[in-house]
């Protein structure tokens, strides 16, 4: 049998012989992979919006100037004859000249009228130039910044010239008069949209651009030179904004063919539908639809405007077809400018594409200013065609005989080229051509329902589509609907409005200016809906009140705080959850909306959910509380009250599993620390004072009391940049010096200041005195200061010295802070560390001319001891504190003092009792947040300005933004990892493969048995002591950890894949490590001494390790040099993690809730050296460094869980082991290296082997019978259950075969017989069954 690597790359995967796969890795459930864990909490990058016409215009003032001088044809045009006569359907010659003239005029503005009813309509029919002067300055005057429309039909004048002149008449008719384009452009002013209905009309178009670029050179130098004769004229306007439609280009004649009209343009842009049905029966293919005449055409019943009759359907469908054509061809914004920014414009725009088609066909090309490409062969032109054929088609009968009229089935159709749009086409693909008419649709009471919900599956493939409806016009008609009561289309609507509302959140005002928000307050009280659709209200209802006060008042009104409270309870999280944002956001600096809150005790209600086991909702609870006690109004004692009680409940949350909660719970902590500034400044001056009057023993040093000494015992290792979570790690760690030289400098050698942060605690203490935070800012609190606060805090008696009952409340507050300060996870920590610094900064500032207690004043900094190393508080005129010995580079680093000032955000209003409080009274009832305090604190003027404001009042984290991001993407979507034909599933499949390999073959072999266990298959000398040793389970990679970083190595290749910081404190070791979701995508999981856990993942595959997430899994543990340390075990098919240590319980955190679940006691005075459970009996059995043995029945009370507790061991445990099957034996064994058997089920042990003594580390193989003891002495002995010895190993193999050192840990691999061994001496190596086996 081969070895793994092999395997891998076998073709037939190695299964042919094998059974099927097994199933079991498909059960297993994951942990941490969660969105929350793969993913950074922000929100999306905001798309921009262009959909919003900012400058929304109307046409509000038409001029039509006629020059038709009836019965006189112009000169320079030779008509044919018959040639075409109708100007406004009207026949010039069937009445007297001047009737006509006046008939057609009227008939003109009738036209008009249709598209635009409410403009000022002005005829000018034959006029003179003063006259048309006149016309154009009124409509312009009266027009003022709206658009007027100057309609010039030319027919009976000369055509226009190429010096730019059009053509009008003399007073007695006896002569033509040019006017210049450049007079009306004056005149006409903008914006302008003109129609030219005249031969050669090209040409006005060219003379109308070249007039207008002079017009912007002359503004040019206009401003450039005031003292230009031409800026002392009045400034011609700028015709930028002007529309311009022409009928034939500068070369071409008008078409005269008889059976069209004159004006054919004119009709064309007036009265589409009644020219493009002529123009239909006109041609070859109407001979197919029989009995159609142009007679006929005329009697076609119904109004335009009325979509139920044959007329109004087929100008609905003509809208949608020329909507549609130019939503496919124009440019966005071109479209958005004519298509949608003004009612008229969009009519003429629609009916210029049908005079397009129908004027080419007379080699006759339209012009238009902005220029179109060309539309006239676009599809959708066939579909207009068909319409047209099905309504005529039914003429005959309908008119003759009376029947009824069949509908188009033209919107079903389009409906249904939408749908299959939507389900047969990949992701990246042009957009649906249909979505305008999908728009045209929602208009329809009978395929309203099925276009919303297209729409919405629209909408639901990303914010692209969303932005895509919006350009196209969607968002009035979705406001429209939101008037209608019917039932059905409420679940479609608020999944619409959450989709618009997730992209782009601006619509808020739209929706409280319509009343909209109601219709979602409707919905969401309706116990009847879905809670998936309640969910999307809540959701719309917290963007509506988002930052945004109209909204909040509105929704007050519309009873949204009682709303929401009655669905905290409700059973679906994301339910939950948005309940509470949307909460937290109305009240957010809105007093009514929180005294609301404050009469439904709010507050109370949303206290279950900090315990909910959801993280997310956890989250969303403490934003609300946090908005809650941060809000700016007036502090009563009521208020006062009520944000101390939901100060202490959150405080609770101090060890939550979530690093999202925490970081929230700080953020919740700083509003209130706004709130009551004052009070937190007087806490932070005792805590700074305390601090330096105690010297903490750091526990990792306890001989030289309080100094945390830079020097290691483990070879120097390069300074690493904090290990942020998304911070590149690879990079300062293949730096990592492994020269044994090196083993005692003091890392400051090095040369360079140190840049310290939270979260790189291994770096020397002499960085403590200048933290630089991942921003750069200087912090007055050093980590280290902090640190050791919270250690002193624990220790001394804060209380007494303040003695002051409701001061306890920020003093528990404050401790709450350092903790979080110290948190594993880097940005809870560095929220924190802003916090407590900001304060300290104002504490110190404020305080300088006052004593406090009689412990010395602030003012002067003490000189840096070696125990108050960290605690230089700049004060303003206090000397920069003196260079301690190992902080030589870096105490000049005073903090530079900003510019300027912030203005105060609010006056956070500070209670005051009495005198109780040390100078509390000095401080006036409100004060502003960045202000001096006492009045007597600014003196002598050499108070620097302000500094940085640390907290400003928009400290928060991205979750309500982020939490928002799922209604942003795909819903409808079936998950990657479901989709079968989805590269994650086939990669998922392939692992499990590898696994079922792995364990089969390993299995092979440990049945027939291990003899021998000595064959040296890898070694290595590791950068540090390998302190913990871990084997993946189904590939190459073991994991070595050392006292605070990890190395990972492929003992197949033997390379080094990867090696990299934890992140724990300097005084803190690895004692665990543990691999989750090793079948599947792993992750490794260490525990430190100090209780903290810490998750990673993308190591040793050349990405940057992240850190996934990280927890207090225990607390209250006190680091100490003899300790167990933290053990933890794993149990993936539960997801559940039992830690346990130099504490008195054996905690279990679920991974899946991120939370605690129990605290079995585990009813013994020492340390647990040792856990193993098996969740199929629920049993947890516990080693202890009294030597006893332990077991717990984790289904049972607390009182009742310890079933068994053996003490036939008279020493340290080393290793307990549950073997996992049902009748499986409890193994443990104890530095004197007696190993016992015990049955759980009786009291005492069955079996007892003696093996070596002085262990110091010990396995036992889960799958074959053996176990391996590693000695002080330096030898390992590998015995089997029998007690033999099978193999002893003292010698490294080839090395000129040097001695082992002591053994530091071992582990054996869960299924191959191999054994991983570490020493003192660095090495790390691996041990297997002879060659031949394998």
């Known amino acids: 049998m081969k070895m793994e690597s092999d395997l891998l790359h076998s073709p037939a995967v190695g299964l042919a012989e094998e059974e099927e796969p097994d199933m079991s890795d498909w059960k297993l459930p994951l942990a941490f992979m969660k969105k929350r864990h793969s993913e950074k909490i922000e929100g999306?990058?905001?798309?921009?919006?262009?959909?919003?016409?900012?400058?929304?215009?109307?046409?509000?003032?038409?001029?039509?100037?006629?020059?038709?001088?009836?019965?006189?044809?112009?000169?320079?045009?030779?008509?044919?004859?018959?040639?075409?006569?109708?100007?406004?359907?009207?026949?010039?010659?069937?009445?007297?000249?001047?009737?006509?003239?006046?008939?057609?005029?009227?008939?003109?503005?009738?036209?008009?009228?249709?598209?635009?009813?409410?403009?000022?309509?002005?005829?000018s029919l034959d006029p003179t130039v003063d006259e048309v002067k006149k016309l154009c300055t009124s409509l312009r005057r009266n027009a003022k910044e709206e658009r007027v429309l100057f309609h010039y039909n030319g027919h009976g004048v000369p055509r226009p010239t190429v010096n730019g002149e059009i053509w009008v008449f003399n007073k007695n008719y006896t002569q033509y008069i040019p006017l210049s384009i450049y007079d009306l452009q004056?005149?006409?002013?903008?914006?302008?949209?003109?129609?030219?209905?005249?031969?050669?009309?090209?040409?006005?178009?060219?003379?109308?651009?070249?007039?207008?670029?002079?017009?912007?050179?002359?503004?040019?130098?206009?401003?450039?030179?005031?003292?230009?004769?031409?800026?002392?004229?009045?400034?011609?306007?700028?015709?930028?904004?002007?529309?311009?439609?022409?009928?034939?280009?500068?070369?071409e004649l008008l078409p005269m063919n008889p059976d069209l009209p004159a004006d054919l343009f004119t009709s064309c842009l007036t009265t589409p539908i009644k020219i493009a049905l002529r123009w239909f029966c006109m041609q070859k293919s109407a001979k197919l639809v029989p009995g159609v005449t142009l007679d006929l055409i005329e009697k076609i019943p119904g109004r335009l405007n009325d979509r139920r009759t044959p007329l109004g359907e087929l100008n609905w469908i003509f809208t949608a077809i020329t909507d549609t054509i130019a939503w496919n061809v124009l440019p966005r914004d071109l479209f958005q400018k004519l298509f949608r920014q003004d009612l008229l414009v969009a009519s003429l725009f629609r009916n210029f594409l049908l005079a397009e088609r129908i004027m080419r066909s007379y080699n006759c090309t339209p012009v238009s200013s902005p220029r179109l490409p060309p539309t006239y062969m676009h599809a959708?032109?066939?579909?207009?065609?068909?319409?047209?054929?099905?309504?005529?088609?039914?003429?005959?009968?309908?008119?003759?005989?009376?029947?009824?009229?069949?509908?188009?089935?033209?919107?079903?159709?389009?409906?249904?080229?939408?749908?299959?749009?939507?389900?047969?086409?990949?992701?990246?693909?042009?957009?649906?051509?249909?979505?305008?008419?999908?728009?045209?649709?929602?208009?329809?009471?009978?395929?309203?329902?099925?276009?919303?919900?297209?729409?919405?599956?629209?909408?639901?493939?990303?914010?692209?589509?969303?932005?895509?409806?919006?350009?196209?016009?969607?968002?009035?008609?979705?406001?429209?609907?939101?008037?209608?009561?019917?039932?059905?289309?409420?679940?479609?609507?608020?999944?619409?409005?959450?989709?618009?509302?997730?992209?782009?959140?601006?619509?808020?005002?739209?929706?409280?200016?319509?009343?909209?928000?109601?219709?979602?307050?409707?919905?969401?009280?309706?116990?009847?809906?879905p809670a998936e659709h309640r969910t999307m209200a809540v959701f719309i209802l917290a963007v509506i009140v988002n930052s945004y006060t109209t909204g909040q008042e509105a929704c007050l009104q519309g009873n949204l705080i009682a709303n929401c409270l009655e669905q905290l309870s409700d059973p679906h999280p994301l339910l939950r959850q948005w309940v509470a944002i949307c909460l937290g956001r109305i009240w957010q600096n809105f007093d009514s909306a929180r005294w609301c809150g404050v009469r439904d005790s709010a507050h109370e209600k949303l206290y279950i959910l900090l315990s909910d086991p959801i993280p997310e909702v956890r989250c969303a609870a403490v934003f609300a509380l946090g908005t809650f006690v941060g809000n700016s109004g007036e502090r009563t004692d009521h208020s006062t009250t009520i944000d101390h009680n939901v100060a202490m409940m959150l405080a609770q949350l101090i060890n939550d599993g979530s690093p999202v909660v925490r970081k929230e719970l700080v953020v919740a902590l700083s509003h209130l620390v706004v709130q009551y500034e004052s009070n937190f400044c007087t806490v932070a001056l005792q805590f700074i004072e305390e601090e330096k009057n105690y010297s903490v023993p750091s526990p990792a040093n306890t001989a030289e009391p309080g100094n945390l000494t830079p020097v290691r015992e483990s070879?120097?290792?390069?300074?690493?940049?904090?290990?942020?979570?998304?911070?590149?790690?690879?990079?300062?760690?293949?730096?990592?010096?492994?020269?044994?030289?090196?083993?005692?400098?003091?890392?400051?050698?090095?040369?360079?200041?140190?840049?310290?942060?939270?979260?790189?605690?291994?770096?020397?203490?002499?960085?403590?005195?200048?933290?630089?935070?991942?921003?750069?800012?200087?912090?007055?609190?050093?980590?280290?200061?902090?640190?050791?606060?919270?250690?002193?805090?624990?220790?001394?008696?804060?209380?007494?010295?303040?003695?002051?009952?409701?001061?306890?409340?920020?003093?528990?507050?404050?401790?709450?802070?350092?903790?979080?300060?110290?948190d594993p996870f880097p940005e809870v920590s560095d929220l924190a560390m802003k916090v407590l610094n900001s304060?300290?900064?104002?504490?110190?500032?404020?305080?300088?001319?006052?004593?406090?207690?009689?412990?010395?004043?602030?003012?002067?900094?003490?000189?840096?001891?070696?125990?108050?190393?960290?605690?230089?508080?700049?004060?303003?005129?206090?000397?920069?504190?003196?260079?301690?010995?190992?902080?030589?580079?870096?105490?000049n680093e005073v903090p530079k003092p900003p510019a300027r000032e912030q203005p105060a955000a609010r006056p956070p209003y500070t209670p005051t009792l009495g005198g109780q409080a040390p100078h509390s009274h000095q401080f006036p009832r409100t004060r502003k947040m960045f202000d001096k305090g006492p009045e007597q604190a600014a003196e002598d003027g050499d108070e620097p300005g302000g500094h940085r404001n640390y907290i400003s009042a928009t400290l928060q984290t991205g979750l309500c933004d982020w939490s928002a991001k799922y209604f942003a993407q795909p819903v409808m979507k079936i998950p990657e990892e479901h989709d079968l034909e989805s590269q994650v599933r086939m990669e998922r499949q392939w692992r499990f493969l590898r696994n079922t390999r792995v364990r089969r073959q390993s299995q092979r072999i440990t049945q027939r048995g291990v003899s021998r266990l000595d064959d040296q298959i890898f070694i290595n000398r590791n950068p540090g002591v390998p302190s913990v040793v871990k084997f993946h389970p189904f590939n190459a990679c073991i994991a070595v950890a050392d006292k605070d970083s990890i190395c990972f190595w492929d003992w197949e290749k033997v390379e080094r894949l990867d090696y990299f910081?934890?992140?724990?404190?300097?005084?803190?070791?690895?004692?665990?490590?543990?691999?989750?979701?090793?079948?599947?995508?792993?992750?490794?999981?260490?525990?430190?001494?100090?209780?903290?856990?810490?998750?990673?993942?993308?190591?040793?595959?050349?990405?940057?390790?992240?850190?996934?997430?990280?927890?207090?899994?225990?607390s209250d543990m006190l680091p100490t040099t003899r300790g167990a340390g933290m053990v933890v075990d794993w149990e993936q098919e539960t997801g559940l993690l039992m830690t346990s240590g130099d504490v008195r319980v054996v905690r279990i955190w679920d991974t899946e809730r991120e939370m605690k679940v129990q605290d079995i006691p585990t009813g013994a005075d020492s340390c647990v050296t040792s856990l193993s459970c098996d969740s199929k009996r629920s049993l947890i059995v516990a080693g202890l460094g009294d030597g006893s043995v332990r077991v717990y029945d984790r289904r049972m009370g607390p009182n009742e869980c310890r079933v068994m507790t053996y003490r036939e061991h008279g020493a340290w445990v080393v290793k307990a082991h549950l073997q996992k099957e049902t009748e499986g034996h409890i193994i443990s064994v104890s530095v004197n290296g007696d190993v016992r058997f015990f049955e759980p089920r009786s009291p005492d042990s069955v079996n007892v082997l003696q093996t070596v003594k002085g262990l110091t580390a010990l396995d036992i193989h889960p799958q074959a019978n053996l176990f391996a003891c590693g000695s002080m002495n330096q030898f390992i002995a590998v015995y089997n259950s029998n007690g033999d010895v099978i193999s002893n190993i003292k010698y490294y193999d080839g090395f000129m075969g040097q001695r082992i050192g002591a053994i530091s840990c071992l582990a054996f691999h869960p299924y191959w017989p191999h054994l991983a061994v570490g020493s003192n001496d660095y090495y790390m190596s691996i041990y297997s069954a002879e060659k031949r086996l394998r």
């Open 380 to 529: 959708m032109w066939q579909a207009w065609d068909l319409a047209v054929d099905i309504c005529l088609s039914q003429l005959p009968t309908i008119i003759e005989e009376g029947t009824a009229f069949r509908h188009s089935p033209f919107f079903a159709e389009q409906l249904t080229a939408f749908q299959v749009w939507l389900t047969m086409g990949v992701e990246n693909r042009s957009p649906p051509e249909q979505l305008p008419i999908v728009l045209q649709v929602l208009l329809s009471q009978v395929h309203r329902l099925r276009a919303l919900d297209l729409l919405g599956r629209f909408l639901d493939l990303g914010p692209w589509a969303v932005s895509l409806a919006l350009s196209v016009g969607i968002f009035p008609y979705v406001l429209k609907l939101l008037q209608s009561s019917a039932r059905e289309l409420r679940p479609l609507l608020v999944f619409i409005w959450a989709k618009i509302l997730a992209v782009d959140s601006s619509c808020q005002a739209d929706l409280v200016k319509d009343n909209g928000h109601k219709y979602f307050l409707s919905v969401l009280a309706d116990s009847y809906m």
């Open 1061 to 1114: 910081y934890n992140g724990n404190p300097r005084y803190t070791r690895i004692t665990a490590m543990e691999y989750l979701n090793g079948h599947d995508c792993s992750l490794l999981l260490t525990a430190t001494d100090d209780g903290a856990l810490r998750i990673w993942k993308n190591f040793a595959d050349q990405r940057n390790p992240e850190m996934v997430t990280a927890w207090q899994g225990l």
């Open 839 to 891: 304060i300290a900064y104002k504490a110190t500032m404020n305080a300088r001319p006052q004593r406090i207690l009689d412990s010395g004043s602030l003012t002067q900094s003490a000189p840096a001891s070696p125990t108050s190393k960290g605690t230089h508080i700049h004060q303003a005129g206090g000397s920069p504190p003196m260079p301690s010995t190992s902080s030589s580079s870096l105490t």
């Open 186 to 251: 004056t005149w006409m002013g903008s914006p302008s949209i003109f129609v030219y209905d005249c031969s050669n009309a090209g040409i006005i178009v060219k003379s109308f651009k070249q007039f207008a670029l002079q017009r912007e050179q002359e503004l040019e130098v206009a401003a450039i030179n005031p003292n230009h004769p031409l800026a002392q004229m009045p400034l011609p306007p700028s015709m930028k904004n002007c529309i311009q439609l022409a009928a034939c280009e500068a070369t």
């Open 44 to 123: 999306s990058k905001a798309l921009a919006q262009s959909w919003r016409m900012k400058d929304r215009m109307k046409t509000v003032s038409v001029a039509l100037v006629l020059c038709l001088n009836v019965g006189v044809d112009p000169p320079d045009v030779v008509k044919t004859s018959p040639c075409a006569r109708l100007e406004c359907w009207i026949d010039p010659l069937s009445m007297s000249p001047q009737k006509a003239l006046e008939t057609i005029g009227a008939n003109l503005q009738k036209q008009y009228e249709n598209w635009q009813p409410r403009a000022r309509y002005k005829q």
């Open 715 to 822: 070879p120097a290792i390069p300074r690493l940049r904090s290990v942020n979570s998304y911070t590149n790690i690879r990079a300062a760690t293949t730096a990592r010096n492994l020269n044994k030289s090196l083993q005692n400098l003091n890392l400051n050698e090095e040369g360079g200041p140190v840049a310290f942060s939270p979260g790189n605690l291994s770096t020397s203490s002499s960085a403590s005195s200048t933290l630089g935070s991942p921003d750069n800012d200087e912090y007055i609190l050093s980590f280290e200061t902090i640190d050791k606060m919270r250690r002193v805090s624990s220790y001394s008696s804060l209380n007494s010295l303040i003695g002051v009952s409701f001061n306890s409340v920020y003093t528990q507050i404050w401790r709450v802070l350092l903790h979080l300060a110290a």
